[in-house]
């Protein structure tokens, strides 16, 4: 039922915008039409006007929809490291790894960078301990283990080898 009389005040707000007079004898025809959309929105369908909001203010004003925590940005680690800028990408993932350190992601790209592209096994290891000394899951630390021992730094220290 609620939707149905949104449905018609939006319709009334709508006929009042397309028939409003052009000029300043429109002004009151336009906050009227804009009242009924207010009121349509807010008064008689709160899920849908709550759903909008996310679909359009959320995605223009907040990356993961409005209230999210924000997520990391990847983008100028990877387009430095596609650059060849491999110390500038380190240092942006090693800010990102300060601001969200429980983030898995950050440490495999640190680890890859520092065994493919600057061929460091003494930063893979650091790495490796600042990753293993921040993530708190079971799982992220054995993808951090697997992905350790993929770039070749051997046994990982601390885990079981059965």
Request: hydrophobic share 50%; with cysteine.
């Amino acid at each position: 039922m609620r939707l149905l009389i949104a449905t018609l005040v939006t319709a009334l707000g709508r006929h009042l915008i397309v028939s409003a007079p052009p000029g300043i004898e429109g002004v009151s025809s336009l906050l009227l039409a804009m009242l009924c959309f207010v009121v349509a929105a807010f008064v008689f369908a709160p899920g849908v006007a709550r759903l909008l909001a996310e679909l359009f203010v959320g995605d223009l004003c907040f990356r993961d929809g409005f209230g999210a925590s924000s997520r990391p940005n990847y983008l100028i680690a990877a387009d430095k490291r596609a650059r060849g800028q491999h110390e500038e990408a380190m240092a942006v993932l090693a800010k990102i790894a300060t601001e969200h350190p429980r983030e898995l992601r950050v440490y495999l790209e640190m680890l890859d960078i520092a065994a493919a592209e600057l061929d460091e096994p003494l930063r893979v290891r650091q790495v490796y301990g600042q990753g293993k000394a921040a993530l708190r899951r079971k799982e992220d630390l054995a993808v951090l283990a697997s992905a350790y021992r993929k770039c070749g730094a051997g046994q990982v220290p601390g885990a079981d080898q059965s």
